[in-house]
């Protein structure tokens, strides 16, 4: 079974569908015996930092998550929620990450958005994917580089387009929106 985080964030419904479309059944729930059991877990998120922080925290959601064993893949405000620190309204995140999260500095659009390719890939996650394939992003903060990075990207500066620690994967991008080469990269963390 999937499990797909439920909490006070966004796109949680496009990572269903995209789930469907790959042949894959999923249940979104906000229940900490469901995250536990499930085979997977999917934390997605649009949203904002801190008040996605307090729905967790109100819920003990922040223990059930940072207790998981199986594969975890964090996306967008998943990806800056498992970092240790963001910016966004001075938020103390999970901490599986050891990275901060920072606002890009104002010297283009900002959020970064739109379809962007990778400076460097490595792990599981980006089997059969190549550099200059392009994903989808839509932020306006960003992880900052760390030994958790697995792949980065340039947009204003250069920064964690994907993180992994133990079990925990996160992608800043959306794959759910990236088209085949999202597909694929959700397809190799179903495959973990």
Known sequence: MIAILKYNAGNIKSVQNALTRLGYESIITDNPVELMNADKVIFPGVGEASSAMR???ERELDKTIISLKQ???GICL???????YSG?????????FDSDVRLFPPVDKIPH?????FLTIKGDLFKGVALEDDVYYVHSYYAEISSCTSA????ILPFSASMKSENFYATQFHPEKSAGVGEKIL???LNL
């Open 55 to 57: 729905y967790l925290k």
């Open 71 to 73: 594969p975890v893949l």
């Open 78 to 84: 998943g990806l800056q929620l498992m970092c240790r």
């Open 88 to 96: 966004e309204n001075d938020t103390e995140c999970l901490g599986i």
């Open 113 to 117: 958005m739109g379809w962007n390719n």
């Open 152 to 155: 980065t990207c340039d947009y």
């Open 187 to 189: 397809q190799n963390f």
